[in-house]
């Protein structure tokens, strides 16, 4: 519940934060509740959707994110074909306190190899794991989705951070900084590329 209480009060913040530099707002979705909000910009908004979904039930991280992701990547793939403007680049935030129950990392190395097919901008789409909590198993599982995956040849789309302590907006928004575009470190806060998706374990 604590991580409940801290997710929510974070994502209502950048939400705030976002509204103010981004014009897509932020798109939210939970693990295992068909509740999702797009577009967001109201830390109202956040705070509600909030208050009616509940810690529970397995991590399926790799079917959420092969819905997501691939969504995106299909869209990517027509508009190249017609010769229209590719979508936004897009940022993945996955918040998550244990290990996965199924297998993302199949799923990452798919979408891997179809940004390397298409070749796609390497800043195109980005992975960001944030870990909540101590759990040594999951701790050892994004370690190796992080660094693993990048010794196989394909592009590294992961990024992950451990994180012990209270969940802040700044944190978030520091961990987004040094994700798709290492450069952004250095950006002013108008060019921070902010997470669209968010994913939730929920």
Not at 61 to 79: H, W
């Amino acid at each position: 519940m604590r991580f409940h209480s801290q997710a929510r009060s974070a994502l209502s913040k950048l939400a705030g934060v976002a509204g103010d530099y981004d014009e897509n707002g932020l798109d939210i979705y939970f693990l295992n509740s068909k509740l999702n909000i797009t577009g967001c910009k109201s830390p109202q908004d956040v705070m509600d959707m909030f208050d009616t979904v509940q810690p529970q039930g397995p991590t399926p991280i790799g079917k959420r994110l092969n819905v997501l992701v691939n969504g995106y990547l299909d869209g990517l793939d027509k508009a190249k074909r017609s010769n229209r403007q590719l979508p936004k680049p897009v940022n993945m935030l996955v918040l998550t306190d244990g290990t996965p129950t199924d297998d993302p990392q199949s799923v990452i190395e798919y979408v891997a190899k179809r940004l390397d097919n298409g070749n796609y901008d390497l800043t195109q789409l980005g992975i960001q794991f944030v870990q909540i909590g101590n759990d040594k198993d999951a701790s050892e599982y994004l370690r190796t989705l992080d660094d693993d995956l990048a010794a196989t040849g394909i592009r590294d789309i992961v990024d992950t951070t451990p994180y012990i302590g209270e969940i802040s907006s700044d944190m978030i928004i520091k961990v987004l900084l040094g994700g798709i575009n290492r450069r952004q470190d250095r950006r002013k806060p108008s060019n921070i590329l902010f997470p669209s998706p968010v994913l939730l374990p929920m």
